[in-house]
């Protein structure tokens, strides 16, 4: 039984890790899918190649530290 225990916490943490890295997107997207008047994305046409790098590096940098604290 404490062994069934064990896989399942770590089978959680896995999840719980993916579920962070998708909860980013998730709120950049939400956030930057809604229809202002004013958003940076329609006056810079530089605006969404750089919200998707910086997603991406946030993802990223949830992912390392992730894998270092080995619960990928």
Known sequence: LSLVS???NEVMKKLAGYAAMLA???LFT?????NFTHMPELSQPWAYPAIITVV???VGT???ALKR???L
């Open 56 to 58: 991406a590096c946030v």
């Open 6 to 8: 064990l896989r399942q």
């Open 69 to 71: 604290a080995k619960w």
């Open 30 to 34: 939400s956030w930057y899918g809604m």
């Open 62 to 64: 949830i992912y390392l």
């Open 24 to 26: 980013v997107p998730t």
